[in-house]
């Protein structure tokens, strides 16, 4: 039986990047030898760093403009620590936006560094919206903020105009819309969710805004040691970035982020509709805040949740369960899911309607 995979992370993947990745394992680019074996100094995977750096770049509209992109280790949980470690000077303070539990707890990493300010923050509304008309302090040497929350099901519509430097996580959401990515100095992610599989992170960042910490940083922790090697610091995560490759040349192949923008928006108004109309249903997040990524929604009545979960698995749909931290269901509708799963999970929430 085909499977629809609403999978939070880990997740679906394009069925060519399943097949060339596949193919990849038992014979490399006609080498004789598996990706999982390859030198990452050999010639080949080299060209497959490259290509994937300047892939990201094209795709973001970043190409020329500063920016250089790296893939590295520790997914965005490292990245929460990277950021003041690079970013914040000594004595200097940070301001974030506390959206959701990754945004909690890059806070909590954040002040390891310094003085912290949260700009605003939806923790007593259990973040079922997203903070607006906030001020951020001009002496900050940053903001931070989470562009999409996996857990809540909100999503960044827009994002504040600041003199200070910008940076967001956008692990769950990264190549999903158009935005004028050119807004943030520093953007970081996470591969398990739109890019490839777990074990490589995503960073992109402004080279004009590193260096100016007046601390020591670790090497491992450095940007520009990292920008310096060409992401080549240490032995990269050779397989999951030959699939993150993979997975950026099919999203050029469709037309880039503005083509599969359209497709992710129809995705989510056709679930969102469904939530909305029928009657055993609640959304969890704010109608203005929804995510087009990760559709959080309950069940009226509890009681039907046994016949809920029986119909969703008999019809192939796997991983909708909410977060353990919140429960409920959550639809994760990242870029490789088809539009025709989403329409099998509306048929079912429908045919539940039915047997009520």
Not at 190 to 218: D, H, W, Y
């Amino acid at each position: 039986m085909k499977k629809h995979n609403y999978s939070a992370g880990p997740c679906i993947l394009p069925q060519e990047v399943f097949e060339k990745s596949a193919a990849a394992i038992l014979d490399f680019n006609h080498s004789g030898l598996s990706i999982l074996e390859i030198s990452h100094r050999s010639k080949d995977f080299v060209a497959v760093m490259d290509e994937a750096r300047a892939l990201v770049l094209e795709l973001l509209g970043l190409e020329g403009k500063g920016y250089q992109a790296l893939f590295m280790h520790g997914g965005a949980s490292l990245e929460f620590l990277m950021v003041p470690c690079n970013l914040m000077k000594q004595d200097g303070k940070a301001a974030y936006l506390d959206t959701g539990t990754w945004a909690n707890n890059a806070i909590k990493e954040a002040k390891f560094f310094g003085e912290t300010v949260v700009a605003a923050s939806s923790k007593e509304a259990n973040y079922s919206f997203i903070p607006k008309d906030f001020s951020i302090p001009a002496d900050a040497d940053y903001f931070h903020c989470t562009s999409n929350n996996t857990i809540f099901g909100t999503q960044m519509k827009s994002f504040p105009e600041t003199n200070v430097p910008l940076v967001c996580d956008m692990s769950s959401d990264i190549f999903s819309r158009t935005i004028d990515f050119s807004k943030f100095d520093l953007i970081y992610a996470g591969a398990q969710k739109n890019m490839g599989p777990a074990g490589a992170t995503l960073a992109v960042v402004k080279e004009a805004i590193l260096g100016k910490t007046g601390r020591s940083i670790p090497s491992m922790l450095d940007y520009q040691k990292h920008i310096a090697a060409e992401s080549m610091y240490n032995t990269p995560a050779v397989f999951p970035v030959y699939a993150s490759l993979l997975t950026l040349q099919w999203l050029k192949s469709l037309g880039g982020i503005s083509a599969i923008e359209k497709i992710n928006e129809q995705k989510a108004a056709l679930l969102y509709t469904e939530i909305d109309r029928n009657p055993l249903f609640k959304g969890t997040a704010n109608i203005e805040d929804r995510s087009n990524m990760n559709a959080t929604f309950l069940l009226n009545d509890e009681a039907h949740a046994p016949l809920f979960d029986e119909l969703w698995k008999k019809a192939g749909i796997s991983g909708i369960p909410g977060h353990r931290s919140v429960g409920g269901y959550r639809a994760s509708m990242y870029n490789a899911l088809p539009l025709e799963s989403v329409q099998v999970l509306v048929d079912v929430m429908k045919e539940l309607e039915t047997k009520i």
